[in-house]
């Protein structure tokens, strides 16, 4: 009876399997698990850069490497799993593990090292004061700054209504909502990652204020006093500058008119 290649012996032949995705906040550890059977290195992102490797003989880990990043946070053991301590956002990337005699690649892992979540911050993007009921509207924003590999979510009781994400590279995110000023239903505004999230919740009648009690919203009063101020910021050097030429004109009109006075005097002798 035949039988078939031992398929799935390609896997030290050089098919490595599936990347292995690791996901950890800052500052906890994280350990890439292999078993090897042979002399291995570990290289580090699209570069290859080599960190550590071990052989029969020897562990040798590649602290000098990036400026020194990974020193004193690196561990390798006889199975040759590689473990990072006090994990930074700068040891984001693929890791791979490499049969060193033939540079057949064995293992790949991506790693995501998440910085702490940021508080989400809501602010009254547009509250008017409503004459009709038509009017009664308010457009709130939620924001975060700083985040990577991240989702914004505005939800509705349990059910999300809408969201944006972010890449790889750490940016800032924004989400608006629109919402009735009578509404009495649960918004929250939630940042989250593969292991963690944060949330603020809407207080419609804080954030949403009207003109019934005689008072304009909190985003209108900045508003114009911004504008006040932009206002007088050009406005008041041209009133100084207005005041001193008028000053050095009249000055100099009060001289002309002495050495008029004076000369007709001397004149008259």
Same mark, same amino acid.
């Given at each position: 009876?035949?039988?078939?290649? #031992?398929?799935?012996?390609?896997? +030290?032949l050089g098919v490595s399997d599936a990347v292995r995705v690791k996901s950890v906040m800052v500052g906890e550890s994280v350990?890439?698990?292999?078993?090897?059977?042979?002399?291995? +290195?570990?290289? !580090?992102?699209? &570069?290859?850069?080599?960190?550590?490797?071990?052989?029969?003989d020897e562990i040798k880990l590649q602290e000098k490497v990036l400026d020194g990043s990974f020193r004193g946070r690196l561990t390798?053991?006889?199975?040759?799993?590689?473990?990072? #301590? #006090?994990?930074?956002?700068?040891d984001s990337g693929e890791y791979k593990a490499i049969m060193t005699s033939t540079g057949i690649?064995? &293992?790949? !892992?991506?790693?995501?090292? &998440?910085?702490?979540?940021?508080?989400?911050v809501i602010s009254t993007y547009l509250s008017p004061c409503p004459n009709t009921s038509s009017e009664s509207r308010c457009v709130l924003l939620c924001s975060v700054v700083n985040v990577r590999s991240a989702t914004l979510s505005w939800y509705k009781g349990n059910s999300v209504l809408s969201s944006t994400s972010a890449s790889d590279l750490s940016i800032s995110l924004s989400l608006p909502l629109e919402v009735e000023l009578q509404d009495k239903s649960t918004y929250s505004c939630v940042v989250s990652n593969p292991i963690s999230n944060q949330?603020? &919740?809407l207080d419609i009648d804080t954030l949403c204020n009207t003109c019934s009690?005689?008072? !304009?919203?909190?985003?209108?009063?900045?508003?114009?006093?911004? @504008?006040?101020?932009?206002?007088?910021? @050009?406005?008041?050097?041209v009133l100084v500058y207005k005041?001193?030429?008028?000053?050095?004109?009249?000055?100099?009109?009060?001289?002309? +008119? @002495?050495?008029?006075?004076?000369s007709s005097i001397d004149y008259g002798l």
């Amino acid at each position: 009876m035949l039988t078939s290649p #031992n398929i799935c012996g390609l896997g +030290e032949l050089g098919v490595s399997d599936a990347v292995r995705v690791k996901s950890v906040m800052v500052g906890e550890s994280v350990t890439l698990e292999i078993q090897r059977s042979g002399d291995i +290195e570990w290289k !580090f992102r699209s &570069h290859n850069i080599l960190i550590a490797y071990i052989s029969r003989d020897e562990i040798k880990l590649q602290e000098k490497v990036l400026d020194g990043s990974f020193r004193g946070r690196l561990t390798l053991d006889q199975t040759g799993s590689l473990t990072i #301590n #006090n994990t930074r956002t700068t040891d984001s990337g693929e890791y791979k593990a490499i049969m060193t005699s033939t540079g057949i690649l064995l &293992h790949t !892992f991506k790693l995501t090292v &998440h910085a702490p979540l940021p508080i989400p911050v809501i602010s009254t993007y547009l509250s008017p004061c409503p004459n009709t009921s038509s009017e009664s509207r308010c457009v709130l924003l939620c924001s975060v700054v700083n985040v990577r590999s991240a989702t914004l979510s505005w939800y509705k009781g349990n059910s999300v209504l809408s969201s944006t994400s972010a890449s790889d590279l750490s940016i800032s995110l924004s989400l608006p909502l629109e919402v009735e000023l009578q509404d009495k239903s649960t918004y929250s505004c939630v940042v989250s990652n593969p292991i963690s999230n944060q949330t603020t &919740h809407l207080d419609i009648d804080t954030l949403c204020n009207t003109c019934s009690d005689g008072l !304009f919203p909190k985003a209108v009063i900045l508003l114009v006093l911004s @504008a006040v101020v932009g206002v007088a910021a @050009a406005v008041v050097p041209v009133l100084v500058y207005k005041l001193i030429s008028r000053c050095l004109q009249k000055k100099k009109s009060v001289q002309e +008119e @002495a050495k008029i006075t004076y000369s007709s005097i001397d004149y008259g002798l």
